[in-house]
């Protein structure tokens, strides 16, 4: 009975970069074993470029040599001596723990404004006065109430927007006592519906010429 000498992948070293494959982390662990640093150096190098021709994407990454240099310490598992064109990572640096993001937080406590509706507010904060900047400042109002009868539904009077407008700018917008209206409820609404009925309207129309179209046959 033969007896077939079978190596299993369960059985094998753990690769630390899987991408290259295992013939190239065998020939850095041969590279790491080698007597004289000349030899290293002249290996180093051939399996830089041996790993450069195996990612051929890595030719678009800006500097990709020094990502190559770095990604042969890592297999290597920090213990190649060889000298490099570029500084050698450290392994504290390479399990060195991100900082952790902080959650983004919302504009305010209106939050069916949006982050939008705040971004808005602080860019018209930096304009100067005058009616381009008046202009904005209606655009912005009517905007939110816009957004208001999105949540709501129902309707808002100006001053409720016109007072969140005064808080969500840190008091630096007024125009609490101004008698300029905004767009009426109705009309936003209205506008909002005939959106959504031309969507519908155009399906149907469609789908009224391919009945038509299914007679005539």
């Known amino acids: 009975m033969i007896d077939y000498d ?11 970069i899987p991408e290259y494959g ?13 007597e004289t640093k000349e030899e290293r150096n002249e290996m180093a190098l051939a399996i830089v470029d041996v790993m450069g021709n195996l990612q051929p994407h890595l030719r678009d990454v800006p500097d990709f040599k020094h990502k190559l240099w770095d990604q042969l310490y890592i297999m290597s598992d920090f213990k190649l001596d060889a000298d490099s064109p570029y500084e050698i990572p450290s392994k504290e640096e390479l399990q060195e723990k991100p900082e952790s993001l902080p959650y983004p937080k919302s504009a305010s406590k209106y939050r069916f404004y949006g982050n939008n509706i705040q971004i808005m507010i602080d860019t018209v904060l930096t304009w100067e006065e005058g009616d381009m900047k008046d202009a904005l400042v209606y655009t912005i109002a009517n905007h939110m109430k816009k ?6 539904k129902d309707t808002v009077e100006d001053d409720v927007i016109f007072k969140h407008l005064f808080e969500l700018s840190d008091g630096k917008i007024d125009i609490r006592d101004s008698e300029d209206a905004l767009s009426e409820s109705i ?8 959106q959504g009925q031309g969507t519908s309207n155009h399906k149907n129309t469609k789908s009224k010429n391919y009945q038509n179209k299914n007679r005539k046959r």
């Open 187 to 194: 009309n936003l609404l209205r506008k909002r519906n005939s």
């Open 147 to 152: 957004c208001f009868l999105n949540w709501n």
């Open 6 to 16: 079978l190596e299993y992948n369960a059985e094998r070293p753990h690769l630390i």
């Open 22 to 34: 295992r013939h190239i982390q065998k020939l850095v662990d041969h590279c790491i074993a080698l």
